[in-house]
């Protein structure tokens, strides 16, 4: 049951009302109904032109809730504040005691009639600043003439009370729609994780509770400006204060082109007169959204309950259409601009240049940074990142936080499972086999058996131990130019590093082959006999150790190479390495830390787009969607082999948070259709990226799977001489444009492009319209 009693409702004829009026307060005059909710409300005018508002309350509305009413508009009405006035019956009493011809008890009042148009009368082109910012003062004043106001008839439990909306709106969600519940489902999501730990910290005390645009008087709806009264107050409660902003501007956002517009309006006016606290500013948002979830979620259950009563379903519509504007709009970006319009700092953190300089003294000169000016990132939501000034950035190289930065679902699962237990894997927990499980599921059959640690690095190192152990060799065989982690022994495994700077060549044991690049390489395409030329490097190592009598230990290779410049290997290639190595009794590794998780849309791991098995299959980054996570995956042979006597023990790796995490990321992967995202954004935008190239001649190659795209920028065509300047030169170009950028390959030429999963085509759209405006410049400055 919803809780909302709308099967109570009074009835009374107007005859009938006309008589109690009569009777207990000596008023003769017409009556006009008026829509309610659960009272029955008439406007009534006097024989001598008098008017007032006759409420006939519910029988089950305890006769204290409306002694609070009255005596709360008593209050605010000595402090001057406009609100309606309690006439007394001929007994002297505000409340007068009433039946129905079947006998029911009910409760009748007769209040004072304000003078003024509705809101909800007023046309949504007519709505100005002016109004915003007087609605705003006058709520707050309200706010604040009930702030020594107490009554006992407060302290209650009420559906509409948002301090109890989460639990109303998971009870009644169920009879939205699927599509409409995903929409609830997201701000649900973001109360339940942004705002709920602030509760405790916001002021409470008893407030209104419903200025809807019904009970809400404003001076002429052809010209509003100012808000002369306030209406009904038979929600009111003792809850969280914020909330009656968070209402009242619930209702007035709908239906505007820029709701934006009107909440720093409407904000800024309350603050003027009841300055908000940091922390209610910053619970705003989801307390306005989480109203309109309780107004659309109790209104279906109550249009269940009685479908013919039009006035439940009057907000639904505007409701609905408000919660889709708010879903574009990123959360911290729009506490900024509260923040700014209430002319409070936006960035109460460290300045940053003071954080620079502490990098540099005491975090190491090796720490590097992105841009000539660098940036101060303090929240993400999706695709975007946001500065101290609430500034949006589109992301598209951040392959980490894979299902969108900040993803609400992840969000809650990792803080769940924290609030409850984190410990190791030596005791037993349902999350750390339900992951293995689900993660296994998506592998092939061979690969059984699941090991997890913290990171990438850590993966691999893993990975090499298991092949020695296997095979009994260290020999390793890598790919010229990959990068596989940042413990020594993926920096040995890594050309990128180890003949990089600061590099020392590689070591014996390990056995560089070509990159199979089918731009820039020795051989050109992606065709299998591409493929072979390539795998001939193979060849010729594992004949080298063959003279020397050493069998390769292992293989590994990115399933897509990522700092080599995003290289997508001809078809077959893995295919014929595979085959080479194994029959020389190596196992092949495919490291799929940058490039798994659906990410080339057409499969759930790279790999798979080379048709083949591996032996062993590395996972990080993207596993925790920026929580600290990875993985090994293999075979039972090979992880038998292991067990040498030799306990593996990784105090974090499996622990009940990291899986609930990981678990949740595959969730909103299925759940959010991300790697159907990948497949079809992926392949609009390399389209129009080949329109630009088919313009410019500065795009030497457009290459990628899914959502991994590498653009390679060169001079000349036919040379391929890298634009190694103009890249860089683009690279802050976008930042200037608010789009995050950066270049990968041996010449820093090619555009990395792998963004979070949650990027769509309008960000597809963007990107492209930035990069056209810079090539357009390029070119005339090229001309001159």
């Avoid at 129905?100 to 004072?112: C, D, M, N, Y």
């Avoid at 729609?177 to 405790?200: A, E, H, I, N």
């Avoid at 190479?561 to 290639?573: N, T």
Wanted: proline share 4%; charged share 20%; net charge negative.
């Amino acid at each position: 049951m919803s809780g909302i009693l709308v099967d109570v409702t009074p009835t009374f004829s107007p005859e009938e009302i006309l008589g109690l009026l009569a009777q207990h307060y000596q008023l003769a005059g017409q009556l006009k109904i008026l829509p309610g909710y659960c009272d029955q409300n008439c406007l009534f005018t006097t024989t001598d032109g008098c008017r007032y508002i006759v409420k006939i309350a519910s029988s089950r509305e305890p006769k204290f809730e409306l002694e609070m009413q009255n005596a709360a508009m008593a209050h605010l009405a000595e402090k001057g504040l406009a609100v309606p006035r309690l006439m007394e019956n001929r007994a002297e009493k505000l409340i007068t005691e009433i039946e129905s011809p079947a006998g029911q008890r009910f409760f009748l009042r007769v209040l004072t009639y304000l003078v003024g148009d509705f809101y909800a009368d007023i046309a949504p082109i007519k709505t100005n600043i002016a109004l915003w910012s007087d609605l705003g003062g006058f709520m707050a004043k309200i706010d604040l003439g009930l702030a020594d106001f107490q009554h006992a008839g407060a302290y209650r439990y009420l559906i509409w009370d948002l301090a109890h909306g989460y639990g109303a709106c998971q009870i009644n969600k169920q009879l939205i729609s699927r599509q409409q519940r995903g929409l609830v489902d997201y701000f649900l999501t973001l109360y339940k994780t942004q705002t709920m730990p602030l509760l405790t910290q916001l002021p409470q005390g008893i407030i209104h509770n419903d200025a809807n645009d019904m009970n809400l008087l404003i001076d002429d709806k052809q010209q509003p400006c100012r808000v002369t009264g306030l209406i009904d107050f038979g929600d009111m409660v003792h809850t969280q204060v914020i909330n009656e902003l968070a209402i009242t501007s619930a209702y007035a956002l709908m239906n505007q082109v820029d709701p934006l517009k009107a909440l720093k309006n409407l904000v800024a006016g309350y603050h003027q007169i009841r300055p908000l606290s940091a922390t209610e500013l910053e619970a705003l948002f989801s307390l306005i959204a989480l109203r309109l979830c309780v107004s659309v979620c109790n209104s279906a259950a109550a249009m269940q309950e009685a479908p013919d009563n039009k006035y439940l379903s009057v907000s639904v519509q505007p409701a609905w259409a408000l919660l889709r504007q708010l879903r574009t709009l990123n959360p911290y970006a729009v506490l900024s601009q509260l923040r700014l319009v209430c002319g409070l700092n936006v960035d109460s953190g460290k300045d940053k240049k003071d954080i620079i300089d502490y990098r540099h003294k005491h975090l190491g000169k090796t720490l590097s940074l992105s841009y000539q000016s660098p940036l101060k990132i303090v929240r993400g939501q999706g695709a975007y990142l946001y500065d101290e000034q609430g500034n949006g950035y589109l992301d598209m190289v951040n392959n980490v936080c894979h299902v969108g930065h900040c993803h609400p679902e992840v969000v809650a699962a990792g803080q769940a499972q924290m609030a409850k237990l984190n410990t190791n894997t030596r005791y037993l927990h349902d999350n750390l086999i339900n992951y293995a499980d689900k993660l296994l599921a998506t592998m092939p059959e061979e690969l059984s058996v699941c090991m997890f640690v913290n990171s990438g690095s850590e993966a691999n190192e893993l990975a090499f131990r298991l092949a020695r152990c296997f095979t009994g060799s260290k020999e390793l065989l890598v790919v010229d130019g990959a990068y596989h982690g940042n413990t020594n022994a993926c920096i040995e495994a890594s050309p990128y590093k180890f003949d990089g700077p600061g590099g020392e060549g590689a070591q014996p044991y390990v056995h560089k082959v070509a990159l199979p690049d089918p731009y820039r390489g020795e051989f050109s395409g992606y065709s299998r006999e591409t493929a072979a030329a390539y795998a001939d490097s193979v060849t010729q190592v594992l004949e080298e150790l063959a003279v020397a009598e050493k069998t390769p230990g292992a293989f590994i290779c990115e399933s897509l190479q990522g700092v080599a410049g995003q290289i997508i290997m001809p078809e077959g290639y893995l295919e014929n390495v595979y085959e080479q190595v194994r029959a020389a009794g190596g196992v092949c590794i495919a490291d799929e830390v940058q490039v798994g998780f659906g990410r080339v849309g057409t499969h759930m791991w790279a790999f798979e787009t080379q048709n083949i098995v591996p032996d062993i299959v590395t996972l990080g980054k993207p596993i925790g969607n920026g929580h600290p996570l990875a993985a090994v995956i293999t075979s039972q042979k090979i992880a038998d082999a292991f067990v040498t006597g030799m306990e593996y023990f990784n105090t974090f790796g499996g622990n009940p948070v990291s899986c609930a995490i990981g678990m949740a990321v595959l969730d909103a992967i299925k759940k959010d259709k991300l790697q159907e995202n990948a497949l079809e954004t992926g392949h609009y935008f390399r389209q129009k990226l080949r329109e630009l190239q088919q313009q410019f001649q500065l795009i030497g190659d457009v290459r990628g799977l899914g959502l991994f795209i590498g653009v390679e920028l060169v001079e000349d065509r036919d040379s391929k001489k890298p634009a190694t300047e103009k890249a860089a030169e683009l690279i802050e170009y976008f930042k200037q444009h608010n789009i995050l950028l950066s270049t990968e390959g041996p010449f820093y030429n090619v555009l990395k492009i792998k963004p979070p999963l949650a990027f769509n085509k309008s960000d597809a759209d963007k990107f492209i319209t930035v990069l056209e405006a810079w090539l357009r410049i390029d070119s005339l400055n090229s001309a001159k």
